[in-house]
T-cell receptor, first 118, second 111 residues
Framework: EAGVAQSPRYKIIEKRQSVAFWCNPISGHATLYWYQQILGQGPKLLIQFQNNGVVDDSQLPKDRFSAERLKGVDSTLKIQPAKLEDSAVYLC????????????????FGPGTRLTVL | GENVEQHPSTLSVQEGDSAVIKCTYSDSASNYFPWYKQELGKRPQLIIDIRSNVGEKKDQRIAVTLNKTAKHFSLHITETQPEDSAVYFC??????????FGAGTILRVKS
C-alpha cells in the first residue's frame, strides 16, 4: 500500500514569514497526526484529527500554528508568522480509527518536512 | 498528562552483544507502547509494540517487556548488528491517542 505522503520535503524561510505543509495519509486511515521533531528530540504531537474533527490540539501554539483536514483526508499545517524556534522536522502520521479493525493504533509516518527558519 | 522518560541517551555495544533500552511512563491509563527506530534523516519506523494485556512480546532479535505495576517497559535487542545503529524512541498512549515519545536513545553498534 502507498505510504503517507508529505510536501514539501524541505523549506527555508525568513522569520516572520508564513509557511504551509501538506499531508496525504494512507488511504482508509481516519486518524491523522502532526508532530514536531526538533533536532535531538523525540516527536511531539501538535494535533490529532479523527476524520475532519480535532481530537487533541493541546500542544499546538494556536497563536501562530493552524491546521485543517477538510473532507477527512488531506491535511495542511500552517505557521504564521514563523519564529527561529520553529526550525524542526514536521512529521505527519496516520492510523486506522477504533472502528477500523486491524492494527488500529499503529501509526505510520511520512518522510517529514524539514523547516529551517533564518 | 503523560510523561515518558527514556534511558540511556546513548548506548555503545560491540557487534553481537545485547542492547537494552528502558522507559518509564507516568499515566497508569496508558495501554499501548510502541518502539520506533529512526535512522539519520529518515522517518520513524515501528519495530515492535506491546499492549497492556501482555507482559512480553518477541520478534526475532527484538523483544519488549512491560511491567504495568512499576510503569516501565524495555526494549531488548540481541545479537546486535551494525545496521541496528540508529536512534530508538519509546512511546506511550491510550489506544494510540496522544502518543507521547521519550527523548530517544542513540545506539551505536561497533564492528
Amino acid at each position: 500500500e502507498a505510504g503517507v505522503a508529505q510536501s514539501p520535503r524541505y523549506k527555508i524561510i525568513e522569520k516572520r514569514q508564513s509557511v504551509a505543509f501538506w499531508c496525504n495519509p494512507i488511504s482508509g486511515h481516519a486518524t491523522l497526526y502532526w508532530y514536531q521533531q526538533i533536532l535531538g528530540q523525540g516527536p511531539k504531537l501538535l494535533i490529532q484529527f479523527q476524520n475532519n474533527g480535532v481530537v487533541d490540539d493541546s500542544q499546538l501554539p494556536k497563536d501562530r500554528f493552524s491546521a485543517e483536514r477538510l473532507k477527512g483526508v488531506d491535511s495542511t499545517l500552517k505557521i504564521q508568522p514563523a519564529k527561529l524556534e520553529d526550525s524542526a522536522v514536521y512529521l505527519c502520521a496516520s492510523s486506522y480509527d477504533a472502528g477500523g479493525g486491524g492494527r488500529w493504533d499503529e501509526q505510520f509516518f511520512g518522510p517529514g518536512t524539514r523547516l529551517t527558519v533564518l | 498528562g503523560e510523561n515518558v522518560e527514556q534511558h540511556p541517551s546513548t548506548l555503545s555495544v560491540q557487534e553481537g552483544d545485547s542492547a537494552v533500552i528502558k522507559c518509564t511512563y507516568s499515566d497508569s491509563a496508558s495501554n499501548y507502547f510502541p518502539w520506533y527506530k529512526q535512522e539519520l534523516g529518515k522517518r520513524p519506523q515501528l519495530i515492535i509494540d506491546i499492549r497492556s494485556n501482555v507482559g512480553e512480546k518477541k520478534d526475532q532479535r527484538i523483544a519488549v517487556t512491560l511491567n504495568k505495576t512499576a510503569k516501565h517497559f524495555s526494549l531488548h535487542i540481541t545479537e546486535t548488528q551494525p545496521e541496528d545503529s540508529a536512534v530508538y524512541f519509546c512511546a506511550a498512549s491510550i489506544y494510540g491517542n496522544k502518543l507521547v515519545f521519550g527523548a530517544g536513545t542513540i545506539l551505536r553498534v561497533k564492528s
